[in-house]
Structure formats: structure tokens, C-alpha cells
């Protein structure tokens, strides 16, 4: 057994940063001023991930581990460096630590949860494991929990499509299948066709719908960057949006199992400038009035 509990938090990490997600973190269009509390942000998230999702930590110690960061966070404990930091960066900025006790609770699904019954099975645990960290952003910058609807539709479906292009490995390293059980049971498979080196048709079918309404998810969140009063975030947030959507459409169109459904760093670049010019001339023609609505989730 890993002696976990004698080890910073930090120590677990997988060596995964933030340049390898599929969106960018407090990139050069976040203002500089807001970058060093959504990186702490995300330093802590990305500690409590590769916890959770460690090969060879034990449940229990992943569990054990994962309170340990809830306590650091809001100082019963000073072991974990991400902890303390996060918290710290949270005092400073008179910031609730819900976001991230949201996404701890995420985490701990992860370890003890390996199914989802159904789509809506899959967006409650959504709610918790992605529609936090663009309200954390959100609540960083001083916006308005009225853009609360539109980021989680974006979050949820950032989440969605990263589980679609990992499905084969979730299942065949943590036997993990984020893909709703009623859908592999309309199109007559089940979740070890997931371990497969290519979908059968069923299989891909089913991959394939799930990808089109993360895609009609998206179109929720096309408003998002007008909604922002950040120019800077907003244009951040179009550039995801502008990601999201290309994503959505690989994984329409391709194999999740056999076929290349990542961007490479050209298209990211490509698509970021994209999405920076599209977002600045989308706010240009005027920005819609906000309404204030039930934030999904909340």
C-alpha cells in the first residue's frame, strides 16, 4: 500500500498541465490581475483529478486523500500545498470555496461511482464536476450569476465531449464508462464495447447521438461571450466556445475508438484566433439584454 497519507497531494500528480486541456486557462487574454487565483484554481482541481484517477493509489486512499484537500481548503489542515494555496487566493478575494468542494465531491464519484443511468444522470454529475470551474472564473472576474445558464451548458458539454474522446481508455484503465447505460442499451451493446480496438456500428451510433446533443448543448452557450462584461474573459470564452463546437464535430464524425478525435496545436492555434476575432466583431453588433434565470445545477 502507498503510504498516501504522509505524502503532499501535489506528489500524486500525473504531470499533466494546463496546456494539455482542451480549452486554455488563464491564457494571455485573461487579465493578468485574475490569472494567479485561476491557476491555484485549477493547480488544486487538477491535484484532486489525478487522485482520483491514479492507478495505483487504493480507493480508500484516493478518499482519504481527497478529504484531506476539502480540510486544507478550508483550514482544518496545511499539508497540501494546492490546498493552502487555493485557500489563501480564496481569503484574499472574499471568494466562497463551494466551486471547489463542488468538484471535490466530483472527484469522489469518480472513485466510488462507475456508471450513468441516463443522459440527465450523466448532467447532474456534470454540475458537479464541471459547471464549477467557469462559475469559479465567472465569480473571479465579477459577473453576474445571470451567465450561470449558458457557462454550464458550455462546462457540461467540455466535460461531455472529453468523455466521448476517453471513453475507451476510462473503461479499459479505471473501468469507468461515463456513456449513459440507456443509450448502450437502445443501440444493443454493452460497455465492453467500449475495450474495443474499433466501434461496431451500434457502438458508433450511439457515440455518434450522444456527440450530436453535446452539440445542441453547445448552441446554449453560443450566447455566453455576449452575456460577459470582461471584454478580456469574454473573448476567452469564445475561444472555448469556438473549440467546444470543433470537438463536438470530430467526434460526430469519427471513431472515438480507433480514429484521432484531439486537436493538434495547429488547429488550436487556428481556432483560438478564430475565436478571438469572432467574439470581438460578435460584440461590436451589440450585446443582449440579461435576464435573470435559475442557473442549472444551482
Avoid at 223 to 243: G, H, K, P, Q, W
Wanted: aromatic share 6%; proline share 5%.
Amino acid at each position: 500500500m502507498n503510504d498516501a497519507s504522509m505524502t503532499d497531494a501535489t506528489n500524486w500528480r500525473s504531470g499533466k498541465g494546463h496546456r494539455d486541456e482542451n480549452f486554455p486557462v488563464a491564457s494571455f487574454l485573461i487579465s493578468p490581475r485574475h490569472r494567479a487565483p485561476i491557476m491555484a484554481f485549477y493547480n488544486f482541481v487538477r491535484t484532486a483529478d489525478d487522485i482520483a484517477d491514479h492507478a495505483t493509489l487504493s480507493p480508500e486512499e484516493k478518499l482519504r486523500l481527497l478529504d484531506r484537500l476539502g480540510a486544507g481548503l478550508v483550514g482544518d489542515n496545511s499539508e497540501d500545498v494546492a490546498a493552502v494555496r487555493l485557500r489563501t487566493v480564496l481569503a484574499e478575494r472574499s471568494l466562497s470555496p463551494r466551486h471547489a468542494q463542488d468538484l471535490l465531491a466530483a472527484f469522489r464519484l469518480d472513485v466510488t461511482k462507475l456508471r450513468y443511468r441516463d443522459w440527465d444522470d450523466l448532467i447532474s454529475y456534470c454540475a458537479l464536476s464541471a459547471m464549477p470551474v467557469g462559475r469559479f472564473v465567472l465569480d473571479v472576474h465579477g459577473e453576474s450569476r445571470s451567465t450561470w445558464p449558458a457557462n454550464d451548458a458550455l462546462c457540461a458539454a467540455l466535460q461531455i465531449n472529453n468523455h466521448l474522446q476517453d471513453c475507451q481508455e476510462d473503461y479499459r484503465n479505471l473501468d469507468r464508462v461515463y456513456v449513459p447505460l440507456d443509450v448502450l442499451t437502445a443501440h444493443g451493446v454493452g460497455v465492453e464495447a467500449l475495450g474495443a480496438p474499433k466501434s461496431s456500428p451500434a457502438l458508433l451510433a450511439a457515440l455518434h447521438g450522444l456527440a450530436e446533443r453535446t452539440e445542441r448543448l453547445l448552441s446554449e452557450s453560443d450566447v455566453f461571450a455576449l452575456l460577459i462584461n470582461d471584454r478580456r474573459l469574454a473573448l476567452e470564452v469564445s475561444v472555448i466556445n469556438t473549440l467546444a463546437h470543433r470537438i463536438a464535430r470530430l467526434l460526430i464524425a469519427r471513431d472515438p475508438l480507433c480514429d484521432r478525435v484531439h486537436l493538434s496545436k495547429p488547429a488550436i492555434a487556428g481556432l483560438t484566433l478564430a475565436g478571438v476575432v469572432g467574439g470581438a466583431f460578435r460584440r461590436l453588433g451589440g450585446r443582449p439584454a440579461v435576464t435573470t434565470q435559475t442557473p442549472r445545477g444551482a
